[in-house]
């Protein structure tokens, strides 16, 4: 009979007695006989009952071996020297490479490439002895590996698109996987003054987080920013300015216009066309738990007074809620986003929910004046425009261009889009590959904007 506590506890069935007669004078007495137990059954010694050892040991035994089933068995060590083995060989699963490599071990040793309906009890078998070799190196918890099994147990299996993308999505997942983060404060800064003019308030927020990370156990939920600006002062440099300086992924999902909140949290596996969310794609995506994750322009989300958009905020903002975060295609799994650096931004922040400021750290960025715009345009843009073209040259751009762009441009992203072509223009007629480095001195008006007028543009056919 098997009792189930915290531990698992095996005995002995208990054995049919007859029933005793009253003590009489002169009987023996003697002492009841106790119950035969085993060693309890560690956590991790129940996975290994239930993980398929034979598999296993078929990835990771040396080529040559015996063909026979009986003969690999014979031939199979002691779990504990599989386990290890299967750490060395896959390097216990730390990163989405590692991972991949033993999915690809897997199901060639099952016979299968492509999930589909007629072999999808083989993927479900790979997919099981992924998630618990997982939880076998703690990178998931069990409750995660009950819920893999609750979905995979009851979801129909008929719709062969969605068993591909059900199939990607779990293990594509990034869970328990960690980008290394660039802990030098000072080289943070550095990077920081790199690549943004000002923001002080930025940088000091960044240098806090950095602080608070040295002395964490392990990677902890950073503060969410949520910067307030009119459009073209930075608002989507600055994230990207964080994660180039953190050394994480970065990643960008726009909310304007979003009111269905499927778009953002995916939808049930059972209706048609249904997949799994921004959110979770963003994951995938950064093959990490800890990116900078930007949710661009939160005011315009359709409004805020019945959107569902609003309540998602409220969760992935929360640390707490977040740490559990559920996706609706994935239903029964929960996704880890606490440990994503969370950056918003907003155009006008009354439009933005109170819930969301007060679980923010609100930083306004004012636009730039004449004068500090030329400084952005000469020593920030040329820089920016050469990594994002991948250009073989560098650039230089002259104080009077750029003045006159800081002058002529409405705001810096047009300035940086007039450079653009400012530079265009100026190797037209040169061959690739003969120049090392170009200067900015000469102005052409066809790169100003012919459309800055108030006269109407005609719009779509003609008659």
């Not at 078929?58 to 504990?80: C, F, Q, T």
Request: glycine share 6%; proline share 5%; charged share 25%.
């Amino acid at each position: 009979m098997a009792y189930w506590t915290d531990t698992l506890w095996i005995t002995n069935a208990r054995r049919r007695r007859p029933k005793p007669r009253p003590l009489r004078f002169g009987d023996e007495i003697r002492r009841a006989p106790r119950r035969r137990t085993t060693a309890p059954v560690s956590g991790a010694q129940r996975l290994l009952l239930e993980v398929d050892l034979d598999l296993l040991w078929r990835m990771v035994r040396p080529e040559g071996g015996r063909d026979s089933d009986e003969e690999k068995r014979s031939d199979r060590p002691e779990a504990g020297k599989i386990v290890s083995d299967l750490s060395s060989a896959f390097g216990g699963l730390t990163t989405g490479a590692h991972r991949r490599s033993f999915l690809d071990k897997a199901t060639n040793e099952k016979g299968i490439r492509t999930p589909n309906s007629r072999d999808w009890h083989k993927f479900v078998a790979v997919l099981m002895l992924y998630f618990r070799t997982l939880c076998l190196f703690g990178h998931v918890t069990r409750e995660l590996v009950d819920g893999v099994t609750s979905l995979l147990r009851t979801l129909p299996s008929q719709d062969d698109a969605k068993l591909v993308v059900l199939y990607e999505a779990l293990t594509g997942l990034p869970f328990g996987i960690t980008a290394p983060t660039n802990k030098s404060i000072a080289d943070v800064r550095r990077r920081l003054d790199e690549a943004l003019f000002g923001l002080d308030e930025v940088k000091a927020s960044v240098r806090l987080e950095l602080v608070l990370a040295a002395h964490a156990e392990g990677p902890a939920h950073p503060t969410s920013l949520l910067l307030a600006g009119p459009p073209g002062v930075g608002k989507t440099a600055v994230a990207e300015a964080i994660a180039q300086a953190l050394g994480v992924p970065f990643i960008r999902i726009s909310l304007a216009g979003h009111c269905d909140v499927t778009q953002l949290k995916g939808s049930a596996f059972v209706w048609r066309d249904s997949g799994i969310g921004h959110l979770a794609q963003s994951l995938i995506a950064a093959g990490c738990e800890n990116c900078v994750l930007l949710l661009d322009e939160v005011d315009k989300t359709g409004g805020y007074s019945n959107s569902s958009v609003s309540d998602l905020l409220a969760e992935v903002l929360d640390p707490d809620q977040a740490r559990r975060y559920a996706d609706l295609f994935l239903s029964g799994i929960t996704i880890d986003l606490s440990k994503c650096y969370f950056v918003l931004t907003a155009n006008d922040l009354s439009s933005v929910p109170d819930f969301a400021v007060n679980r923010c750290k609100l930083i306004t960025l004012r636009s730039y004046t004449e004068d500090e715009r030329a400084v952005i345009i000469r020593k920030y843009f040329p820089r920016q425009i050469q990594n994002a073209r991948r250009l073989g040259f560098s650039i230089e751009v002259s104080p009077e261009i750029a003045q006159r762009l800081a002058c002529v441009a409405p705001s810096l992203r047009d300035a940086k889009r007039m450079l653009t072509e400012l530079v265009a223009l100026a190797i037209e007629d040169r061959q690739p590959g003969t120049f090392k480095k170009i200067t900015i001195d000469a102005w052409d008006e066809a790169v100003v904007r012919s459309g800055d007028d108030d006269s109407p543009q005609p719009m779509g056919f003609r008659p």
